[in-house]
T-cell receptor, first 112, second 118 residues
């Protein structure tokens, strides 16, 4: 079945460091790919998404490119801030209207 | 952006009691809502898909008689954990799908409900 694998956390960085959180997926066809973020005490929020191969999703300085050849959707940010501390979830969805399949989440902790 | 609320946010109950969790879409109509369960340091696992006016579709391994889902209106879905036991303790999260034109639909997540069964 479909699945999403993301790197184990926690990831601990200093402010302004470069961030990469790896995400790979297993799925048939061409799923849509997502990154969600969960800040402490809050619900999941959509961070960015890509719906087809080579699409790049971006938001708030975060980027991820849909790589069909490597079945990956790695999340990157050039300079993290303390306020980026949260849990990040990679997810896929096969078609509109269906549920999301999530990775286990990666906790990011940024210190000043 | 669209908001989804869950109530209660925290519930502690005795083993054998039933607990009802509400999921509301506050500023949009949602014909479809999803219920997930999250264990510590684990992923969100889909439990069921709730469609307004019809029976919920449960994922394999989820007991429909244990986890009763009702989606009586376009803004409210409820999950009732019947005869709860300690192994039902978990974090329950709902999401609501905002209907838009093809390819633009978005799912919004509630803040979750933490259930502790003693």
């Amino acid at each position: 079945g479909d699945s999403v694998t993301q790197m184990e956390g926690p990831v601990t960085l200093s402010e302004e460091a470069f961030l990469t959180i790896n995400c790979t997926y297993t799925a048939t066809g061409y799923p849509s790919l997502f990154w969600y973020v969960q800040y402490p005490g809050e619900g999941l929020q959509l961070l960015l998404k890509a719906t087809k191969a080579d699409d790049k999703g971006s938001n708030k300085g975060f980027e991820a490119t849909y790589r069909k050849e490597t079945t990956s959707f790695h999340l990157e940010k050039g300079s993290v801030q303390v306020s980026d501390s949260a849990v990040y979830f990679c997810a896929l969805r096969h078609q509109a209207g269906t549920a999301l399949i999530f990775g286990k989440g990666t906790t990011l902790s940024v210190s000043s | 952006g669209a908001v989804v609320s869950q109530h209660p946010s925290w519930v502690i109950c005795k083993s054998g009691t039933s607990v009802k969790i509400e999921c509301r879409s506050l500023d949009f109509q949602a014909t479809t809502m999803f219920w997930y369960r999250q264990f510590p340091k684990q992923s969100l696992m889909l439990m069921a898909t709730s469609n307004e006016g019809s029976k919920a579709t449960y994922e394999q391994g989820v007991e429909k008689d244990k986890f009763l889902i009702n989606h009586a209106s376009l803004t409210l879905s409820t999950l009732t954990v019947t005869s709860a036991h300690p192994e039902d303790s978990s974090f329950y999260i709902c999401s609501a799908r905002e209907n838009r034109e093809a390819g633009q639909e978005t799912q919004y997540f509630g803040p979750g409900t933490r259930l502790l069964v003693l």
